[in-house]
Each structure stands twice: as structure tokens, then as C-alpha cells.
């Protein structure tokens, strides 16, 4: 668990000095339409920079397994929408830090704090939804967005092993970043 919170804290903080390249923004402008790409400007510049790695990860994978198109786009589209609930509050590394502190210190106590960062850390991904389903058609999308933190996948009511497969890979590269 530590290893992967001194990997994540090291990514986040050397990000900072980091700028989004233009060969960024073609990725993001080839997978997100117009309103999609005013969503995205939304976030926080750390967050551009975190979904930017989700997304180049995803897109790395799909390709060196051999998925077509269609899902890479899919999936490299919700990389880069799956944190649209931060928007809801500017999170930086330091109040990250110390909310991952509090959530092993307290348990899940500390969901129950009433502090808006807290509850955008903890409630993001039903965030993002509520915020992109008002422009996003696609159901994996959206199921994806709002599951993305889920602690137990059996649990979802989900009958499309598909969407539960494709949940699995944006969680692992999501953790990885």
C-alpha cells in the first residue's frame, strides 16, 4: 500500500513542474469532442496531467493487446473524463496527502467528515457522472465514470462482463497514476 502512495505522491508532485505538451492536447482534441474538451479544461491543471497518464496508459494497453479502435477511443475518452467530480473542488497534493492519512487513521469515518474536499475525494466518481450525464450518451462511459473507485466489483449490478473487464483496466491504470 505505501509503496504505491510514495510512487503516486512522487508522480503527482514531479508533475507540477511538468507542462502539458502540445502532442497532449492532440490526444486529448482526437478523442473528445467540443463539448467534451471544455469539459476537460474543468480540471485543475494536476488533474489534466493525471488523466493525460490514465489515458496514454489505456491507450498503450489497448494497443499492445490488439483492441480495435472503437474501444481504445471508448475507453481513451473516459480516461481522460473519469475525474470530472474533482472539478467539484480544487484538490492539491498536499490535501491529498492528508485525506489518504485520514482515511487509514479513520477508516470509513472519514467519509462521513463534512468538509467539501473530503467529500469530492471520497464521492468523485458519482460526481463525474452526475456532471457528464447530461452530455455523454454512452452507458459504459458513464457506468465507468461512476464506478471507477468501487471497493467491490461483485457488488455492481452489471450483467455486461464487458463493461466489468474494461472497469478493471481504467481502476489498474488509474492506481498506477
Known sequence: MY?????????GFTSIFKKITKEDLELVKSHLNE?????????????KKHVLRVAKDIEK???????????????VKTALLHDMGKTKAKINILDRVILVLLSKGLGDKAKSLKNKKVQVYYNHGFMGYEILKD???DDEILFLVKNHHINDIES????????????????????EN
Open 3 to 11: 509503496p504505491k502512495r510514495v510512487k503516486q505522491f512522487y508522480i
Open 135 to 137: 452530455y455523454i450518451e
Open 61 to 75: 494497453i489497448c494497443t499492445d493487446e490488439g483492441i480495435n479502435n472503437s474501444k481504445k477511443s471508448l475507453l
Open 35 to 47: 463539448v467534451e474538451y471544455s469539459l476537460f479544461n474543468k480540471y485543475y491543471e494536476y488533474d
Open 156 to 175: 455492481l449490478q452489471c450483467n455486461n462482463d464487458d463493461y466489468i473487464k474494461d472497469l478493471n483496466l481504467l481502476m489498474k491504470c488509474d492506481e
